[in-house]
């Protein structure tokens, strides 16, 4: 009976033991967790953004509206895609949601400061990122009417000067650029070799035209990340059109847009439908020229025009090193120097011919 006693009591400790350290695991386990969702990270997400198509309309209003001029319907599609972030440096996604979107494709995990400079603060990424949306549409507009043979003087501006940079206090938005040590400028490259190979003796003298009056700043460039040597502005070209195009779509930020929008303006300014009713989507930077240069966020871009229905892809020759290797099935990538090549591209797509001509990207 003593030895059946003692043998009770051996497994009521072990049940005591088997317990508390079961509440232990349970309490640790919720802490961790809570841990994972309460914790700041130094990331945040990128996924794939809503696509806007450029010859629709977006709260009742067309995207591009011709105004002074014959404009022509379209039965496709030319999507402007986007990447949407998530999370901002003051409150950044949780370790859970990192987790996920590390195993997930689709998404990218980013540092914060790939983002958000640790000189910036959010709204001045914001500001700019919609700045350059402006500029480049300015652009896009330029390089379609130029591919349709109308003529578009232009004079440099400045979009932006970033707060506490060697501009501030100096030059001011609005502000068109005149000269930069007493030498014309016709061109914003030139502005940038200039301020490159700045001597480090002397700073450097900008003369604008604010409000009619010409005004001559000394501003001292400084190093960006890069190793290059900036003045804390963003520029662009203030255009002169002979037709008035609107552009809108909405909160979007960035220049990304700039080939699409450029595509869909040849489009409304053309008779017949450019498209020939394909749902097209595509990317990429446009110069005035017509140039198409690379953006950032691509293989997200392609995940989303996939999504949205698209069976086309216009890309950016200098994203093609991503590309490879990441195409969607069923989605065609179509290599793209200029606007001209994208043109040509949506000529030969809508009347299904010669399609083994077309450029894609390859290793």
Not at 11 to 16: C, E, F, L
Not at 112 to 117: N, T
Not at 178 to 200: F, K, M, P
Request: aromatic share 6%; net charge negative.
């Amino acid at each position: 009976m003593t030895f059946f006693q003692r043998q009770r009591g051996g497994s009521k400790a072990m049940v005591s033991a088997k317990r508390g350290l079961g509440f232990f695991v349970a309490v640790s386990f919720f802490i961790g967790l809570v841990t994972l969702v309460v914790l700041p990270t130094p990331y945040l997400i990128e996924r794939p953004g809503p696509t806007f198509d450029v010859l629709g309309e977006i709260d009742g209003q067309q995207v591009i509206k011709i105004n002074n001029q014959q404009s022509y319907e379209s039965e496709g599609q030319l999507d402007v895609l986007t990447v949407s972030i998530v999370g901002r440096p003051e409150r950044t996604p949780s370790w859970i949601e990192i987790g996920l979107a590390w195993l997930d494709s689709k998404q990218k995990v980013v540092p914060v400061e790939a983002l958000y400079p640790p000189n910036r603060t959010s709204e001045e990424v914001r500001a700019e990122s919609s700045a350059m949306m402006e500029v480049s549409q300015q652009d896009a507009v330029a390089a379609g009417l130029g591919y349709l043979g109308y003529e578009t003087p232009r004079e440099i501006y400045i979009a932006q000067v970033t707060a506490d940079s060697p501009s501030s206090g100096k030059l001011v938005a609005a502000d068109f650029v005149i000269s930069v040590n007493g030498e014309r400028l016709t061109n914003i490259e030139q502005l940038r070799e200039i301020v490159g190979a700045w001597d480090q003796a002397n700073p450097v003298e900008v003369t604008v035209n604010r409000d009619g009056v010409l005004v001559s700043q000394e501003v001292t460039p400084v190093k960006d990340a890069e190793g290059n040597y900036r003045l804390g502005i963003l520029v662009g070209y203030k255009y002169d059109f002979p037709v008035d195009v609107d552009l809108q779509l909405g909160e979007v930020g960035g220049p990304s847009g700039g080939m699409m929008f450029a595509l869909g303006i040849i489009d409304r300014l053309t008779p017949g439908d450019l498209t020939g009713g394909l749902h097209v989507a595509g990317t990429g930077t446009i110069q005035e020229s017509g140039i198409v240069g690379p953006i950032g966020g691509v293989v997200l871009k392609l995940h989303g025009a996939k999504a949205a229905g698209a069976t086309v892809f216009l890309a950016p020759a200098g994203n093609c090193p991503e590309i490879v290797g990441n195409e969607p099935d069923g989605l065609r990538v179509v290599k793209i120097d200029k606007l001209s090549d994208a043109v040509l591209a949506l000529e030969k797509l809508s009347k299904n011919q010669d399609l083994a001509s077309l450029p894609s990207c390859t290793k």
